[in-house]
């Protein structure tokens, strides 16, 4: 695998084989000779150099907190494939109000019901929330009375990603899911790397397949060519898990067939 990352990135072999091998071997399921290369993200952030890069054995993704809560640890998180906001009727409706009180109660009523599902999932046990779309101010007024992490994916790849890694369900309506359908972090914690807003949902379990390279360097062309290799040797390290058989390299088996030949 190294000498398929020196032909891109010449003199980095040793560093990057560390951390492709670091991230496959987190990927590779137990007794299985083959993995999915999707599990091994790379997350380029601008600055800082090759050396103070690191593989992390969950997600990395470049967002924040809408709450004040950053730092959670053995956190139960939901992850819901919708926006989190008050329900809308479909169509336009008319509603008759005969007295003042009804009119003061009306949205009031709504808001009960909404924070009955945050309370829920409070009491749940749930720390952590994640969701597709839009959040609405009285969702993280909500989010923010109960103690709860709340993070906005504007991808639905991202979501997905999020989810295998911490063992969720993404749900798909707003209320309290099932036991078997909320997920688990060792630790989802808000960073700043080198001035990008991140968020690492980081799980050391052996059922959790995901890994990430978070690589740094000082210009983008130099991190996209880094990317490259990286995909070379994740790729090169899956081909020899299925076969292990090799033939040499540099065109010499080209040669020796036209000696033949």
């Given at each position: 695998?190294?000498?398929?990352?020196?032909?891109?990135?010449?003199?980095?072999?040793?560093?990057?084989?560390?951390?492709?091998?670091?991230?496959?071997?987190?990927?590779?399921?137990?007794?299985?000779?083959?993995?999915?290369?999707?599990?091994?993200?790379?997350?380029?952030?601008?600055?800082?150099?090759?050396?103070?890069?690191?593989?992390?054995?969950?997600?990395?993704?470049?967002?924040?907190?809408?709450t004040s809560v950053h730092h959670v640890v053995k956190a139960k998180v939901v992850v819901f494939n919708a926006n989190i906001e008050m329900q809308?009727?479909?169509?336009?409706?008319?509603?008759?109000?005969?007295?003042?009180?009804?009119?003061?109660?009306?949205?009031?009523?709504?808001?009960?019901?909404?924070?009955?599902?945050?309370?829920?999932?409070?009491?749940?046990?749930?720390?952590?929330?994640?969701?597709?779309?839009?959040?609405?101010?009285?969702?993280?007024?909500?989010?923010?009375?109960?103690?709860?992490?709340?993070?906005?994916?504007?991808?639905?790849?991202e979501l997905k990603r999020i989810a295998r890694a911490v063992g969720a369900t993404p749900v798909i309506k707003i209320e309290c899911p099932k036991?078997?359908?909320?997920?688990?972090?060792?630790?989802?914690?808000?960073?700043?790397?080198?001035?990008?807003?991140?968020?690492?949902?980081?799980?050391?379990?052996?059922?959790?397949?995901?890994?990430?390279?978070?690589?740094?360097?000082?210009?983008?062309?130099?991190?996209?060519?880094?990317?490259?290799?990286?995909?070379?040797?994740?790729?090169?390290?899956?081909?020899l898990c299925r076969d292990k058989r090799m033939v040499p390299g540099a065109g010499a088996t080209e040669i020796n067939l036209a000696k033949k030949?």
């Amino acid at each position: 695998m190294k000498s398929t990352i020196a032909s891109k990135q010449y003199g980095l072999e040793d560093m990057l084989g560390k951390f492709i091998t670091e991230a496959c071997l987190y990927a590779i399921p137990r007794g299985k000779t083959t993995f999915s290369t999707d599990n091994i993200r790379v997350q380029k952030i601008l600055g800082g150099g090759i050396g103070d890069s690191e593989v992390i054995r969950g997600m990395v993704c470049i967002r924040q907190s809408e709450t004040s809560v950053h730092h959670v640890v053995k956190a139960k998180v939901v992850v819901f494939n919708a926006n989190i906001e008050m329900q809308q009727g479909e169509t336009k409706g008319t509603v008759l109000f005969t007295k003042a009180d009804e009119l003061e109660n009306y949205t009031k009523s709504e808001e009960d019901r909404f924070e009955n599902i945050i309370k829920s999932l409070a009491e749940a046990g749930v720390r952590v929330v994640v969701c597709s779309g839009a959040m609405s101010d009285t969702a993280i007024h909500f989010f923010e009375k109960y103690k709860i992490m709340a993070i906005k994916i504007m991808s639905k790849w991202e979501l997905k990603r999020i989810a295998r890694a911490v063992g969720a369900t993404p749900v798909i309506k707003i209320e309290c899911p099932k036991p078997e359908e909320i997920g688990y972090a060792d630790e989802v914690n808000f960073k700043e790397i080198s001035s990008q807003k991140c968020i690492v949902f980081r799980r050391d379990e052996e059922e959790n397949k995901m890994a990430t390279i978070v690589l740094r360097g000082s210009t983008t062309h130099m991190l996209d060519d880094v990317e490259r290799a990286i995909d070379d040797g994740v790729n090169c390290i899956k081909v020899l898990c299925r076969d292990k058989r090799m033939v040499p390299g540099a065109g010499a088996t080209e040669i020796n067939l036209a000696k033949k030949i």
